[in-house]
């Protein structure tokens, strides 16, 4: 364990030097890990696993577009890739990467696999914490953790294959075996995690919902939409109105933010930017705090898991959202963005011949 100060708060991480592969390794020697569920999270850990050396095997349901991928992927149908029920029973450590509506309607079979000294695994708090409204309440002696990677389980492979990691939070909530702890961790180090955060069912699932609701997909989403119809209502054209919120905005600003931080941002712009930017986030910090309150409360008090599960439980779901994307792709915001990024690849097609 390391301690890390993190903008003056130290906090206690975990990286390959404290608790190295080799380490891992040994401390799942005697395990079958089971990975449920071959979506997005699926195939990353587990082919990040399986490279590190640890004993994997895959359950996935047949005659989908993910059992194929599992066999391309080299998965080997009755000696490392079986039906879900079938991997339930052999594995020791089940990892349960279903879609949350997936762990709600499979929970009764995976939990008649859940003998004593098997370990359940999750890479999201969800299940757990809204277990009043997920039914999710493993058995007593069974080890329960997490380890959640902090992106797609497409980027948690691809920085694998780099030779990087995703950075992870891991917990425990339920310590049979008295090695929980260390089991987590040598989870997190065999999927292939950056450093690792120590965080409990609750927090992850609370900063996970409040986050993909905000800054990281609902709030952008919608500020972007409200400054496009502002730009387009005062006479802006598609392209400019366009440009000037999305296209620097991925393109050019948010990977130096990543690379540098915001100062350094704010440092390398013109003095017009720069006092533009600093005097207006204020503002858009006070007029944004409630919305975010709120949305906090919201996940805090379940209600964002009851319309989540009833909204993904009905068997129109897939329709209703093919109705909802596709109100968003032909908007003229959009539509516009489609165009754009069309005309940027074309324009890298020129610079690569
Ligand atoms: N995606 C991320 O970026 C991310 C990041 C961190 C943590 N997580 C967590 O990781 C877990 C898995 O997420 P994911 O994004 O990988 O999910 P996903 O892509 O939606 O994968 C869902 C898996 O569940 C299976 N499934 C769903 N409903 C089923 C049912 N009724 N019967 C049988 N199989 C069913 C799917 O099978 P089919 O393919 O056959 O439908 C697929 O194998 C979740 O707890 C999620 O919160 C995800």
Request: one cysteine or more; hydrophobic letters at 40%; charged letters at 25%.
């Amino acid at each position: 364990m390391a301690q890390i100060n993190f903008g003056g708060v130290d906090e206690t991480v975990i990286t390959r030097d404290e608790f190295p592969l080799e380490k891992a390794l040994e401390y799942l020697k005697d395990e079958t890990i089971a990975v449920i569920g071959y979506g997005v999270q699926g195939p990353g850990q587990a082919l990040n696993m399986r490279d590190n050396g640890f004993n994997v095997i895959v359950g996935q349901r047949s005659g989908t577009p993910s059992w194929d991928r599992a066999i391309r992927d080299g998965w080997v149908e009755g000696e490392t890739l079986f039906s879900l029920e079938e991997a339930a029973e052999r594995g020791t450590i089940i990892c349960n990467l279903l879609s949350d509506a997936g762990q709600i309607a499979l929970w009764p079979m995976l939990k008649s696999k859940l003998t004593p000294g098997k370990t359940l695994y999750f890479s999201h708090g969800f299940g757990i914490t809204f277990n009043e409204q997920t039914g999710i309440i493993p058995p007593a002696d069974v080890d329960v953790i997490l380890v959640a990677p902090k992106g797609s389980g497409t980027s948690l492979r691809r920085l694998f294959v780099a030779g990087g990691g995703l950075n992870s939070s891991f917990a425990v909530f339920q310590d049979a075996s008295g090695q929980a702890w260390e089991k987590a961790i040598a989870m997190g180090i065999g999927v292939g995690s950056g450093y690792l955060f120590e965080t409990d069912f609750k927090k992850e699932v609370y900063s996970d919902l409040t986050g993909e609701r905000g800054v990281l997909m609902g709030a952008l989403a919608g500020i972007i939409e409200a400054q496009y119809q502002v730009l387009r209502q005062r006479g802006h054209s598609p392209s400019e109105a366009f440009n000037e919120t999305v296209e620097e905005l991925t393109q050019s600003l948010v990977p130096l933010v990543g690379e540098n931080g915001m100062d350094w941002m704010f440092a390398n712009c013109s003095v017009t930017a720069q006092r533009g930017a600093l005097d207006w986030k204020g503002k858009f910090r006070e007029a944004t705090l409630p919305v975010l309150n709120e949305l906090y409360d919201s996940v805090a008090s379940g209600e964002e898991a009851r319309r989540t599960i009833e909204r993904g439980t009905t068997p129109n779901y897939r329709a209703e959202l093919d109705a909802e994307l596709k109100e968003v792709r032909e908007s003229e915001l959009w539509a516009t963005g489609a165009t754009v990024r069309q005309l940027r690849s074309k324009a890298a097609e020129k610079v690569e011949a």
